[in-house]
């Protein structure tokens, strides 16, 4: 029988990761790529089993490039902090990777719950992320600090598993802002790179789009206000990754103060 590894990336997921790990405990080797946690996410783990490898946070590609390098066995799944191994899932994994027919890289469907319910549409379903089951050596993700990337290196298509995952990737609405704020800061970076032209005004224009693209176009009115809440989070996500890389590109100054004495 085939082994497979599987590894976790968190930073400061304390409440999260208990979960995550009980759903994996039946592969042969548990990796957590954690940068510096310090809410006990750590010591949870490693009381749990899994193995912790320490990174330096400087994207997630280079998270997932860690976690890939830090696996031992030639399968590897890939779970999120927020995401849950069903067991339908399971024994879906654990069939393929003993298949002498299996492909080499596999997507998963995930199912997304958000405000007690389950996302049916919001573009959330079945969300195929990334390849999420694959051989080692068959995956190579890209170094981008967000939204990472990846090349696919063989030779065979890759495959579609039909049993979902779970993922909860907030836990409540602050969350929502908390990411759309850090992953539009992150997303700079990207913009920098291709060198997008934006302003303030293509900035509004942009969000608007992923509003209407998200809420009308992918269906989010049919999820009622966790489709309408979804929307609204792309649209202050986009806003502000352009906006921040707009600010970044025209260096706005203070107006200087000098000291000031009595005549």
Not at 47 to 71: E, H, P, T, W, Y
Not at 95 to 107: L, R
Not at 233 to 248: D, L, M, Q, S, V
């Amino acid at each position: 029988m085939n082994k497979i590894s599987v590894y976790i990336i968190a930073y400061n997921e304390v409440e999260k990761i208990e979960s995550a790990i009980n759903s994996v405990l039946w592969a042969d080797e548990i990796i957590l790529v954690d940068s510096h946690s310090t809410d006990g996410t750590t010591e949870k783990a490693t009381s749990m089993g899994a193995k912790v490898v320490q990174v330096d946070f400087k994207g997630f590609g280079d998270l997932r490039i860690q976690g890939v390098n830090a696996c031992q066995y030639n399968w590897i799944f890939s779970l999120d902090a927020d995401e849950r191994c069903t067991p339908e899932a399971r024994d879906e994994i654990l069939t393929v990777i003993n298949d002498v027919n299996a492909h080499d890289v596999y997507f998963m469907p995930r199912k997304n719950f958000f405000m007690g319910r389950w996302i049916k549409n919001s573009g959330w379903y079945p969300n195929y992320r990334q390849p999420q089951l694959f051989r080692k050596n068959t995956l190579q993700y890209h170094d981008d600090a967000v939204h990472e990337g990846y090349t696919i290196n063989s030779d065979k298509p890759a495959g579609y598993l039909t049993k979902a995952i779970w993922q909860m990737p907030f836990n409540d609405l602050g969350e929502v802002m908390h990411k759309a704020n850090r992953y539009s800061t992150l997303g700079v970076e990207k913009l920098a790179e291709k060198n997008k032209k934006t302003s303030m005004g293509r900035s509004l224009s942009r969000a608007v789009w992923v509003f209407v693209k998200h809420y009308i176009f992918k269906r989010g009115f049919l999820d009622g206000w966790p489709g309408f809440v979804i929307a609204l989070g792309n649209f202050y996500g986009t806003y502000f990754r352009y906006a921040k890389y707009y600010e970044k590109k025209m260096q706005w100054k203070l107006p200087e103060s000098p000291p000031l004495e009595r005549e």
